[in-house]
């Protein structure tokens, strides 16, 4: 379930604007991740090592500029009670939308690394 096949990648003014704040190695997602920051939402699953995978769907209000917020909301399992948000700046957010571009290259599933979550359960802030 890659996210690859279905994205065109950013163009290159938008991928130059945001460049500066990822090291080398990351930069080379960075054209897909900032295309699927521009659609504003994804759905996925949170990986459970030895249960069933959660589904989630996340949306995040989108804009141009790294150095600006942005609110994200995740909601599980369709369900509102278990909703949760919080407010990054878009460069970290894109970072986060890094990682998920690489779970979903090497373990086909499209989950975000568990320092997001640990960011959006407030455990660090």
């Known amino acids: 379930m890659s996210l690859f096949g279905n994205l065109e990648p950013a163009i290159k003014e938008d991928v130059i604007v945001y460049?500066?704040?990822?090291?080398k190695d990351r930069q080379v997602f960075l054209p897909y991740a900032l295309s699927l920051y521009q659609r504003g939402n994804?759905?996925?699953?949170?990986?459970i090592?030895?249960?069933e995978d959660v589904p989630y769907v996340i949306t995040w209000y989108v804009s141009k500029l790294p150095s600006e917020l942005?609110?994200?909301?995740?909601?599980?399992?369709?369900?509102?009670?278990?909703s949760y948000e919080a407010t990054l700046m878009n460069s970290?957010?894109?970072d986060?939308?890094?990682?998920?571009?690489?779970?979903?290259?090497?373990?086909?599933?499209?989950?975000?690394?568990?320092?997001f979550y640990r960011k959006l359960l407030k455990f660090e802030e």
């Not at 460049?19 to 090291?23: I, L």
């Not at 994804?42 to 990986?47: A, S």
């Not at 986060?96 to 320092?115: G, R, T």
């Open 92 to 94: 970290e957010f894109v």
């Open 19 to 23: 460049t500066p704040y990822y090291q």
């Open 96 to 115: 986060y939308l890094i990682d998920v571009m690489k779970i979903s290259k090497d373990m086909e599933i499209v989950d975000f690394p568990q320092k």
């Open 42 to 47: 994804l759905e996925g699953k949170r990986y």
């Open 49 to 51: 090592e030895g249960g």
């Open 70 to 82: 942005t609110r994200c909301r995740i909601q599980f399992e369709g369900q509102a009670d278990f």
